[in-house]
């Protein structure tokens, strides 16, 4: 059974970066035909992506967010971790991690339980 499990700071002052990692049990994240996703709900709003990483390492965002985003990994520790720059009272959210599978009809079939993040001063 695939466990993925968000942690990072719940308060981001504006400006800031917020750094969100995800930590996965039960699969490896270099398995391939899986994508492993970052997404957010805003409160009062419907899920939005953030951006993903492959199984090889590659990575896209969304095209709204790119300019702020990076993904990356630690196949050591088997995280990955979002990073979102200069952010804005709009980022407060809850965070969610996930494994979007190319083989299950492109679906994201494992979830992580979110993460609430509030963007403060």
């Known amino acids: 059974q695939v466990q993925l499990q968000e942690s990072g700071p719940g308060l981001v002052k504006p400006s800031q970066t917020l750094s969100l990692t995800c930590t996965v049990s039960?699969?490896?994240?270099?398995?391939?035909?899986?994508?492993w996703s970052w997404i957010r709900q805003p409160p009062g709003k419907g899920p939005e992506r953030i951006g993903s990483m492959s199984s090889s390492g590659s990575t896209s965002y969304s095209p709204s967010l790119k300019s702020r985003t990076s993904i990356s990994r630690d196949t050591s520790k088997n995280q990955f971790t979002l990073q979102l720059s200069s952010v804005t009272p709009e980022d407060t959210a809850v965070y969610y991690c996930?494994?979007?599978?190319?083989?299950?009809?492109?679906?994201?079939?494992?979830w992580g339980q979110g993460t609430q993040v509030t963007v403060s001063s």
């Open positions: 039960g699969g490896s994240i270099t398995t391939n035909n899986y994508y």
């Open positions: 996930a494994r979007f599978s190319a083989a299950a009809a492109g679906a994201y079939d494992y």
